[in-house]
């Protein structure tokens, strides 16, 4: 039985899809942080609006990228 984690990556980044043998592990830990920051902006911003759509709002503006990516190190704020 998968767990849903596992099952959201699948469906959001086609997790079991991908090419890349030799670097799996290192994109699996990219692909639960990308996810995290989703979950994050969904619960702050976009409660309503699925995974999917939050994705293309992340990759149409940068700003809001940053945000989330690096308003926790207090030296690049």
């Known amino acids: 039985m998968e767990n849903k984690l596992h099952h959201v990556l699948d469906d959001t980044f086609r997790e079991d899809r991908s090419p890349a043998k030799k670097s799996r592990n290192n994109l699996a830990l990219i692909r639960k942080f990308a ?43």
């Not at 996810?35 to 700003?63: A, C, G, Q, W």
């Open 35 to 77: 996810y995290n920051l989703l979950r994050i902006s969904m619960l702050r911003e976009y409660p309503k609006v699925p995974m999917t759509e939050v994705m293309d709002i992340f990759s149409d503006n940068l700003e809001l990228l940053g945000k989330y990516i690096f308003s926790s190190i207090p030296t690049l704020t």
